[in-house]
């Protein structure tokens, strides 16, 4: 079973900064199954990226993800006060389980 | 535009049973695989079951194995979760997530509001 670990547990940053997160997998992954959601509090979670660099419709280009077998990054250029959430990678595809999240990272206001 | 709408969550006693609903509007319900998440409070997500656009291919988390089932019916635009013996480690919102395909997995693009499961005596 593929574990996906996110790091930093926690990243405090200030608006207008670059954030890179982390999502590194046990197991190689297909750059082609590996999908980044946001989730702010009291909300669904959103899908950003998916096949590791391909951004979600209506995405804003300042998020951009990134690797390939075991280490993935989301990085977020300049860092606007709506993006203030928790992040988490996730694995998908046909290998069983089909569906694994990381443990998430909040990027919290410096 | 793409909506899911879960009902069906509650207050319940360890033991018993609950079964969750997801409505679906804004897209052909039918060509689409579906798909539970549940996320305790204050904690990460977990995917729990997943069911193909024709009900041939169900999968369920080693966690839920035997004690929930999903289904669908696709004439009435709505995905289902039966979830049996429930316990406390069960508590949760549950969202119902629409697959990007119909009949191979991929990533969830449109995730419902949630319901919340709370199983306590």
């Known amino acids: 079973e593929i574990v996906l670990t996110q790091s930093p547990g926690t990243l405090s940053l200030s608006p207008g900064e670059r954030a890179t997160l982390s999502c590194r997998a046990s197991?190689?992954?297909?750059?082609?199954?590996l999908a980044w959601y946001q989730q702010k509090p009291g909300q669904a979670p959103r899908l950003l990226i998916y096949g590791a660099s391909s951004r979600a419709t209506g995405i804003p280009d300042r998020f951009s993800g990134s690797g390939s077998g075991t280490d993935f990054t989301l990085t977020i250029s300049r860092l606007e006060p709506e993006d203030f959430a928790v992040y988490y990678c996730q694995k998908y595809g046909n290998s069983r389980p089909m569906y694994t999240f990381g443990q998430g990272t909040k990027l919290e206001i410096k | 535009e793409v909506q899911l709408v879960e009902s069906g969550g509650g207050l319940v006693q360890p033991g018993r049973s609950l079964r969750l609903s997801c409505a679906g509007y804004?897209?052909?319900?039918?060509?689409?695989?579906m798909h539970w998440v549940r996320q305790a409070p204050g904690k990460g997500l977990e995917w729990v079951s997943s069911?193909?656009?024709?009900?041939?291919?169900?999968d369920y988390a080693d966690s839920v194995k035997g004690r929930f089932t999903i289904s669908r019916d696709n004439a009435k635009n709505s995905l289902y979760l039966q979830m049996n013996s429930l316990r406390a480690e069960d508590t949760a919102f549950y969202y119902c997530a629409k697959d990007f395909s119909g009949s191979s997995w991929y990533y969830f693009d449109y995730w419902g509001q949630g319901t919340l499961v709370t199983v306590s005596s």
């Open positions: 197991q190689s992954v297909s750059s082609s199954q």
């Open positions: 804004g897209f052909t319900f039918d060509a689409y695989a």
């Open positions: 069911i193909s656009w024709n009900s041939g291919y169900i």
